[in-house]
T-cell receptor, first 112, second 111 residues
Framework: NAGVTQTPKFQVLKTGQSMTLQCAQDMNHEYMSWYRQDPGMGLRLIHYSVGAGITDQGEVPNGYNVSRSTTEDFPLRLLSAAPSQTSVYFC???????????FGPGTRLLVL | LAKTTQPISMDSYEGQEVNITCSHNNIATNDYITWYQQFPSQGPRFIIQGYKTKVTNEVASLFIPADRKSSTLSLPRVSLSDTAVYYCLVGPDTGRRALTFGSGTRLQVQP
């Protein structure tokens, strides 16, 4: 199993540009989520999904959209990038006997 | 969602036992306590999970008192490679609700 994969690993955007961060998991987990982590800070929940077709907002949803058309994929869309969105973005899926969260390697985003 | 409170940072030396305590006063009946470890430039990874009393695995022990309003992660004989941020999470045992991370505890292990 590849676990949770994220693309790209690194991206530079200009203010106002849009882009999609990709996340996929091959563990057949129903629950997936997106977090952002600013330098020296903890993780903040952006959006999460408890299954295909179901999404909900986390702590910091503004400026981001998500959709969940399949169990495997959970893309995060930045509508109009702002410098405040410069961060590392982690995707996670949750499942297994202890409902463990498995994290992807992260996408480092720089908005100029 | 149950909020958690942890110390911001801790220092230790190689070979010592480290105990990190997390407070979660409004933990719900169906909530479990889970600890994650995060190294720089990596996503967090699962360490241990428990509901009550004591849980032990090959990496750590988790102590939970009867009232469950706090928990203590115990790392035996830490090494330099245990330098990381440790997060305490409280949430249900199903994937139907969001899990939020607090600020975590930054553990620095020195030689």
């Amino acid at each position: 199993n590849a676990g949770v994969t994220q693309t790209p690993k690194f991206q530079v955007l200009k203010t106002g540009q849009s882009m999609t961060l990709q996340c996929a998991q091959d563990m057949n987990h129903e629950y997936m989520s997106w977090y952002r982590q600013d330098p020296g800070m903890g993780l903040r929940l952006i959006h999460y999904s408890v299954g295909a077709g179901i999404t909900d907002q986390g702590e910091v949803p503004n400026g981001y959209n998500v959709s969940r058309s399949t169990t495997e994929d959970f893309p995060l869309r930045l509508l109009s990038a702002a410098p405040s969105q410069t961060s590392v973005y982690f995707c996670a899926s949750r499942g297994g006997t202890q409902e463990t969260q498995y994290f992807g390697p992260g996408t480092r985003l720089l908005v100029l | 969602l149950a909020k958690t409170t942890q110390p911001i940072s801790m220092d230790s030396y190689e070979g010592q036992e480290v105990n990190i305590t997390c407070s979660h006063n409004n933990i719900a009946t169906n909530d479990y306590i889970t600890w994650y470890q995060q190294f720089p430039s990596q996503g967090p990874r699962f360490i241990i999970q428990g509901y009550k009393t004591k849980v032990t695995n090959e990496v750590a022990s988790l102590f939970i008192p009867a009232d469950r309003k706090s928990s203590t992660l115990s790392l035996p004989r830490v090494s330099l490679s245990d330098t990381a941020v440790y997060y305490c999470l409280v949430g249900p045992d199903t994937g139907r609700r969001a899990l939020t991370f607090g600020s975590g505890t930054r553990l620095q292990v020195q030689p």
